[in-house]
């Protein structure tokens, strides 16, 4: 792995990191070269989380999806997106630095500049086909029980996909985000329909693609 992206994640992808410390780091690193380090050679999350979101939905009925994308940051995901025909896509994204770089390049159809809380957007509950979030189920970000905030924008049948990396080494974190996903497929809430790695995810690091039928 690269030796910058070895520091990087030592500062930002860690528990300790405060929600202020860490939208300053995103506002620094979008203004920074996040585009570049993070790229699609190196960077595999947005595309592959793509091609699986395509694979789920008919070419026809793509334009009409509504898709919230969670930690969308500077917009990788929906530049990928947008290739396979969706267009009806949000962005909901606390630090305004990564937000405006993808304003600037015109991808979403709403920006919401916020953190996912239980009561982000409240107006905003049961609609969207698609909710998504890749590289943001990490130490620091969103906590494991930011599963529920996905589940309320989702629709019912709608699916909720969530890409991460397979092992991130906080095993305490990565327990209590897998025991929340059982808990609520025993509660009747989701289905989980597929959990599949994928290599290569990030430099050489596995990834993990999860989808969820909500229920
Ligand atoms: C590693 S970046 C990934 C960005 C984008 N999804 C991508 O694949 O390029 C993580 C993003 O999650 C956002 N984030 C961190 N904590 C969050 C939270 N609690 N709610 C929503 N977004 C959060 C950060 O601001 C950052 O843009």
């Not at 860490?22 to 585009?35: F, K, P, V």
């Not at 949000?90 to 009561?119: F, V």
Request: hydrophobic share 35%; aromatic share 12%; net charge neutral.
């Amino acid at each position: 792995m690269a030796e910058h992206f070895a520091k990087r994640e030592k500062e930002v992808l860690n528990g300790n990191i405060t929600p202020d410390a860490l939208i300053d780091y995103y506002d620094n690193w979008a203004d920074n070269g996040y585009d570049e380090e993070v790229s699609p050679q190196v960077y595999r999350g947005p595309q592959m989380t793509a091609e699986k979101v395509a694979s789920m939905f008919y070419t026809s009925a793509r334009d009409n999806t509504e898709i919230l994308d969670i930690g969308a940051g500077t917009g990788l995901l929906a530049t990928q997106l947008r290739k396979y025909g969706f267009s009806k896509i949000d962005a909901l994204e606390p630090s305004i630095g990564m937000l405006n770089l993808a304003r600037k390049r015109n991808l979403y159809r709403n920006y919401y500049n916020c953190y996912l809380t239980n009561d982000a957007i409240p107006d905003v509950k049961g609609c969207f086909d698609c909710v998504l979030t890749c590289g943001c189920f990490v130490p620091g970000h969103l906590p494991p029980d930011s599963l529920n905030e996905c589940l309320r924008f989702a629709k019912k049948d709608g699916k909720i996909v969530i890409t991460k990396r397979a092992n991130f080494g906080e095993p305490k974190y990565d327990k209590s985000l897998r025991s929340l996903m059982e808990e609520l497929e025993v509660n009747g809430k989701w289905k989980k329909t597929l959990e599949i790695p994928v290599p290569n995810y990030y430099y050489d690091n596995v990834g993990v693609i999860y989808v969820f039928r909500v229920l």
